[in-house]
């Protein structure tokens, strides 16, 4: 069962900002809300990670709604080496991940 | 420092032999993650271990598949009379700690994942 569910595909301009959205309806109380992407040919990386609160770090932001059913992470200037699937997942810490099919970014120049 | 390494990178085998694919974690990491990747999907989970114990196989797909971490270090996992619908791509992740300080970031139970195993069952 998809915990998640995110768009297939995007596709975006070159130092443009990129908003990719992600629903997840089943979260409870106390998982957190990661992001991780694939870049070609490469393992999952880890991207940023929130509870409640919208974060910031050096990749990238994480917008989390009131109700915590849906996040979205902001790349706020996109570049080539963006290019990638997006996945996100919510993590209560036990277990491994679980991953959907993600959403593939595509930058264009 | 060093990430994690896995090997073989490639490994072709025929139907019905044993194959052991191999993952050796980032060092001092507690936990460890095997996942298997199919082409255009995100991995799916197996199996993990905290140090030597193995925490959790119900995401292993049946019996031939098994995985043992004897030393809290590095972890193999078997698969025993191969199948073709066993090829993928096999790949492990390891994590500082479990269930500690997420206001961290990165949160020390973030996974970093190895290059993986790409298994062709012919």
């Known amino acids: 069962d998809a915990k998640t569910t995110q768009p297939n595909s995007m596709e975006s301009n070159e130092e443009e900002p990129v908003h990719l959205p992600c629903n997840h309806s089943t979260i409870s109380g106390t998982d957190y809300i990661h992001w991780y992407r694939q870049l070609p040919s490469q393992g999952p990386e880890y991207v940023i990670h929130?509870?409640?609160s919208n974060v910031n770090n050096r990749m990238a932001s994480l917008a989390i709604a009131e109700d915590r059913k849906s996040s979205t992470l902001i790349l706020h200037r996109a570049t080539l080496r963006d290019a990638a699937v997006y996945y996100c997942?919510?993590?209560?810490?036990?277990?491994?991940?679980?991953f959907g099919k993600g959403t593939h970014l595509i930058i264009q120049p | 420092g060093a990430g994690v390494s896995q090997s073989p990178r490639y490994k072709v085998t025929k139907r019905g032999q044993d194959v052991a694919l191999r993952c050796d974690p980032i060092s001092g990491h507690v936990s460890l993650y095997w996942y298997r990747q199919a082409l255009g999907q995100g991995p799916e989970f197996l199996t993990y271990f905290n140090y030597e114990a193995q925490q959790d196989k119900s995401g292993l797909p049946n019996d031939r598949f098994s995985a043992e971490r004897p030393e809290g270090s590095i972890s193999t996992l078997t698969i025993q009379r191969t199948e073709q619908r066993d090829s993928a791509m096999y790949r492990c992740a390891s994590s500082l700690a479990r269930g500690v300080d997420r206001s961290r970031e990165p949160p020390p139970d973030t996974q970093y994942f190895g290059p993986g195993t790409r298994l062709t069952v012919l």
């Open positions: 929130g509870l409640t």
């Open positions: 997942t919510h993590w209560g810490g036990a277990d491994g991940l679980t």
